[in-house]
Structures are given as structure tokens and as C-alpha cells.
């Protein structure tokens, strides 16, 4: 994929609330959305396996960075005979290699200790009395997000299993994982916060999804069949009354008040690449809860969505192959976004483990593109802006995404003439619309200022550039 950028910004004045207008055009980005489940092309790898250790089964299998490490974390790991351990890690040594990855401890019978392990109220609760047989999981389909170097955070899901097997989800918790700087093999600690941060009957925030975007913490947790979103600064990951919730407009304090993102999503990971170009940026890799072994793609320009899901590809095990695949998640750092390429991992179950593959997608010859910034337009003007783009866009062959962080809309299309059309169309449609307004708020304004002629002026220079 290579990227050409008009060199500067078009200086409009210091008058005009919309200050630039950039064009420029991409060339080789995947295609959204993806013709068919048969449009990606996926070379199985193999599970993921130290060649030199023992071989165990187990599931989840996502990865995550820490300290300029990169560690898969994996849940209920099978140790042969020495037992389970409800979730490990293994380091990869070269990120060339996805498939090597290797553990750092195992005790003399072969067993791994978990990252995340039982306190001790919670070995002294296993010992009583009719408690026989029973274990507790700490399950990190979230994955860990790192807040600063070395550091990170993990929000967990605590579940009780009887000996019978019945398991019972009790809530999500949240532990800081750390990196060992005097330890040159990558070994991690765990501390554990106390109590839970969200009980059972709410949304499980952090257990779907998490990442950071510059001073802030996203998570995503389901409830129920729904998915909902969360964020907190990155510095008060454990303090709850930092937390704030999606309610479809804005963020809010109130957590009843969230409304769901997704739905029908089982696992999956949100994550920010360059794949489908430059006006999608968030892109969600995951499995929904109907065990079809398909895996299913998203993208959004926006990190709240919406979410347009699509199936990318049917998911196949090696030693089951005739069971649904689960646990689907991507490693960006796996693979190259700009070939469009991406390393993908799903889970095939016992005897199986954590499959790796390399999927490629089908490529757009070339997306042309048209940023307009509104950093110094009012939120009105801005909000109109919006809304006849959506109109025009969605009426013809170019796409259209606001942003936030700068404010502002992107156009793209791989039909330049649409693209230069639809910023006509835009031009001419907004001077009709906003001349009332424009005439009845004049008092309020610089002389001789006029907001349709200001639009028409910057979008017809834009489109003739």
C-alpha cells in the first residue's frame, strides 16, 4: 500500500471557520467490504508451539506487548498430567516467527503457574469442607493493555467450577501485570486488585475487547448478547468513578445508561490499522456466539462504531476439524496491513491448541480521498456539514467518516470524478441550506461574513485543486 498526501494544507483565512482541505490517494488498500467469505486468502501456519517444550492444549491465544515484548496469553492450559492451569503466557522471542513461543517456568511435574493466580481467601475457600474438586478460572479474553512502559492492566473473568465441571461466572476483576527490568528473559508479575470491578449482572467490561488511544483506556464487555463500550485515563484503570460509558451519543457517568456497540459477538478484538484505508481505521477481527466457525470482520471510523460486520472467512481445526472454531483474535504486529496482510488465531478444541494463519484480502487498485478539517468551525456548523455529506455520500459511490480528534470529514471513493462530484454536490447543496441561517445570525457576525459563501468558496477550491 503506498500513500500520497497533498504536501500542505490550503490556507483559507483567518475568517473561515473551515481552515483546510487536504486530497491525496492510497493505493492498494483492502477491499470493504469483503466481496465474500471465499475473498480472503488464508495459509494455516500451524498451532502455536515451542519447538523444544511440551506440547499443550489450550485456548484464547491472544497477544499482547509489554516492555517491547510480545507475550500470548492463553486460558484453560492442559499440562498433561500435572493438571490445568486456568490461564498462562508465552513469550515470543521473535515476531518474525508468530508460530515459536515459549514459557518461562514450569514447576518439576511440568505444570505452568498461572499469570493470574488464587488469593488466599480463595485457596482457604477450596479447602473446606464439600468443597472437594472445585477450581476458580481468571480468564483474559480482554487481553492487557500497557499504560506505560512495562506496566499494564488486565480485566479478568473470575468463574468457580464445581468437580463436576458446572462452571459460574462471578464478575470481572482487574490485575496489574508488570515487566521484570532486571529480568532479560521477559518474565511477568501479577498483582491482583481487590474485589471485583463489574459483578456478574453488569456489562463485563474489558473481558471483550481493550486498547489504548493516547491518554485513554477503551473496553468492551458483553452483557447478555450485547456488547457495550467503556473508557477511563489510562492512569485510573482501577478507580471505578473514573470510568464513563457509551450511551450512543456521549460518554456518561452512569453506567445503566450504556447502550450496545455489537451484539451476538462471543470473542474478538478491536484494534486500530490502516487495512481498509483511511477512513476506517478501527477494525474488529472476531466469532459471534451462534458455533459456526465463522470468522468475522468489521470496520468503523469511529471507535464507537458503527460496526458493519462481515464474514471473512470459514475457520477450520486441524485436530477437530469437525468442531466449531472459537476464540478468533488478530495480531496486527504479525503481519503487514499495508500488503494487506493480517495474522489471524483461532482455537480448535482438545487435543487441539491456538492456530495460526496468515489471511490476505483482496486489494482496491487505488482510494482517492478528501479531508475537510472543522477545528475551528462552531459545533452547529459542523453538525450540518455532517449531514449533507451523509445524504450526498450515501446516495452515490463515495464513502464518508467524521472524526472527532481533530474534528473533521473525509471523503473517499476509487472513482476520483465521484469523489470530486460529491464535494460539488456537498458545496451546492450546503449554500442552499445554509442561507437562511447564515442571513438571520449576520448581526452576529464579522461584515461581510456569509456561511454558505465561505463553504462555497473553500469546497469549490478543494475540488479544483
Request: hydrophobic residues 40%; contains cysteine; negative net charge.
Given at each position: 500500500m503506498s500513500i500520497f498526501k497533498s504536501p500542505k494544507k490550503q490556507n483559507l483565512g483567518a475568517q473561515i471557520p473551515i481552515d483546510a482541505i487536504q486530497q491525496g490517494f492510497i493505493d492498494g488498500c483492502a477491499k470493504w467490504p469483503p466481496e465474500s467469505p471465499t475473498a480472503a486468502h488464508v495459509e494455516v501456519l500451524g498451532y502455536v508451539d515451542a519447538p523444544d517444550q511440551d506440547c499443550y492444549s489450550r485456548d484464547i491465544g491472544r497477544s499482547f506487548h509489554l516492555a517491547g515484548r510480545?507475550?500470548?496469553?492463553?486460558?484453560?492450559?492442559?499440562?498433561?498430567?500435572?493438571g490445568i492451569s486456568s490461564n498462562t503466557v508465552q513469550v515470543v522471542p521473535d515476531r518474525s516467527r508468530p508460530k515459536d513461543a515459549y514459557y518461562l517456568d514450569k514447576d518439576s511435574n511440568?505444570?505452568?503457574?498461572?499469570?493470574?493466580?488464587?488469593?488466599?481467601?480463595?485457596?482457604?475457600?477450596?479447602?473446606?469442607?464439600g468443597n472437594e474438586g472445585k477450581r476458580y478460572a481468571f480468564w483474559c479474553f480482554g487481553g492487557v493493555v500497557e499504560v506505560t512502559p512495562g506496566i499494564g492492566w488486565t480485566w479478568y473473568q473470575k468463574h468457580l467450577f464445581s468437580s463436576g465441571g458446572q462452571g459460574e461466572l462471578i464478575g470481572v476483576g482487574i490485575a496489574r501485570i508488570s515487566h521484570d527490568k532486571d529480568d532479560s528473559t521477559g518474565r511477568l508479575s501479577c498483582a491482583r486488585m481487590p474485589g471485583l470491578m463489574f459483578e456478574q449482572h453488569q456489562p463485563l467490561f474489558g473481558s471483550f475487547s481493550t486498547l489504548v488511544e493516547g491518554d485513554t483506556v477503551y473496553l468492551w464487555g458483553q452483557k447478555g448478547t450485547d456488547v457495550f463500550l467503556a473508557r477511563v485515563p489510562k492512569e485510573n484503570c482501577q478507580q471505578l468513578h473514573r470510568y464513563t460509558f457509551w450511551n450512543g451519543r456521549e460518554y456518561v457517568d452512569q453506567m445503566h445508561m450504556a447502550v450496545p456497540v455489537l451484539r451476538d459477538f462471543q470473542q474478538g478484538q478491536i484494534f486500530k490499522s490502516e487495512?481498509?484505508?483511511?477512513?476506517?481505521?478501527?477494525?474488529?477481527?472476531?466469532?459471534?456466539?451462534?458455533?459456526?466457525?465463522?470468522?468475522?470482520?468489521?470496520?468503523?471510523?469511529?471507535?464507537?462504531g458503527p460496526w458493519d460486520v462481515r464474514p471473512l472467512f470459514q475457520a477450520r481445526g486441524i485436530k477437530t476439524p469437525d468442531t466449531y472454531q472459537y476464540c478468533a483474535y488478530p495480531h496486527p504486529w504479525g503481519a503487514n496491513a499495508q500488503d494487506n496482510q493480517l495474522l489471524v488465531s483461532w482455537c480448535d478444541h482438545w487435543p487441539g491448541g491456538v492456530i495460526l494463519a496468515n489471511v490476505r484480502l483482496d486489494?482496491?487498485?487505488?482510494t482517492h480521498w478528501a479531508t475537510i478539517a472543522l477545528d475551528s468551525c462552531t459545533e452547529q456548523a459542523a453538525h450540518s456539514v455532517a449531514n449533507r455529506a451523509t445524504e450526498i455520500c450515501h446516495a452515490g459511490d463515495v464513502q464518508y467518516a467524521e472524526f472527532s480528534n481533530p474534528r473533521s470529514l473525509r471523503l473517499w471513493s476509487t472513482d476520483e470524478r465521484a469523489l470530486r462530484s460529491g464535494l460539488n454536490m456537498i458545496r451546492l447543496r450546503m449554500v442552499s441550506a445554509n442561507k437562511e441561517e447564515a442571513e438571520k445570525t449576520q448581526e452576529d457576525r464579522p461584515r461581510g461574513y456569509s456561511f454558505s459563501g465561505f463553504l462555497a468558496k473553500v469546497l469549490g477550491r478543494g475540488c479544483t485543486e
Open positions: 510480545t507475550y500470548y496469553i492463553f486460558g484453560d492450559t492442559f499440562c498433561n498430567d500435572a511440568g505444570r505452568v503457574p498461572p499469570l493470574i493466580d488464587m488469593n488466599s481467601d480463595e485457596v482457604k475457600y477450596l479447602k473446606y469442607p487495512l481498509f484505508g483511511p477512513g476506517l481505521p478501527w477494525v474488529l477481527i472476531g466469532v459471534t456466539r451462534w458455533a459456526d466457525s465463522m470468522v468475522m470482520v468489521s470496520a468503523a471510523s469511529r471507535i464507537e486489494s482496491h487498485p487505488r
